[in-house]
């Protein structure tokens, strides 16, 4: 009998994006995109490998390697084997951290005051 081990915790924030990418694994290429990412790894909707396999994604006119380390029938989740700190996947990674808009409630919450009603304190 195996035991699960328990999941690792997350070493960098997952921040949504879409970017559409070409996936090489040993045999086929397949388009995809990257709805999930961060300096660590990716999900990549689309497009489906072996675990373990050893992939390429293509983007902006560079390679960035990566190991499946989930797979289902339409996505996987990959790891990159040295983090991510340039090139475009890195540039749209920022970018989409930088497009995070403030929420309203969050603004709304910044600019009130500490009591309830019509009513401030005297």
């Given at each position: 009998?195996?035991?699960?081990q328990?999941a690792?915790?997350?070493?960098?924030?997952r921040?949504?994006?879409?970017?559409?990418?070409?996936?090489?694994?040993?045999?086929?290429?397949v388009?995809g995109r990257?709805?999930?990412?961060?300096?660590?790894?990716?999900r990549i909707?689309?497009?489906?490998l072996?675990v373990?396999s050893?992939?390429?994604i293509?983007?902006g006119?560079e390679?960035?390697?990566?190991?499946?380390?989930?797979?289902?029938?339409?996505?996987?989740?990959?790891?990159?084997?040295?983090?991510?700190?340039?090139?475009?996947?890195?540039?749209?990674?920022?970018t989409a951290?930088?497009?995070?808009?403030?929420?309203?409630?969050?603004?709304?919450?910044?600019?009130r005051?500490?009591?309830?009603?019509?009513?401030?304190l005297?």
């Open positions: 009998m195996t035991h699960a328990p690792r915790p997350r070493l960098h924030k921040t949504p994006i879409a970017i559409e990418v070409t996936v090489n694994g040993v045999l086929n290429h388009d990257i709805t999930d990412l961060s300096e660590g790894g990716a909707d689309g497009a489906s072996p373990r050893r992939c390429a293509h983007y006119g390679v960035v390697y990566a190991t499946v380390i989930w797979s289902e029938r339409d996505r996987m989740g990959v790891r990159f084997p040295f983090e991510l700190t340039h090139g475009p996947l890195y540039r749209a990674l920022e951290r930088a497009a995070v808009p403030t929420g309203p409630a969050q603004v709304f919450a910044q600019s005051t500490s009591f309830f009603g019509r009513r401030g005297s």
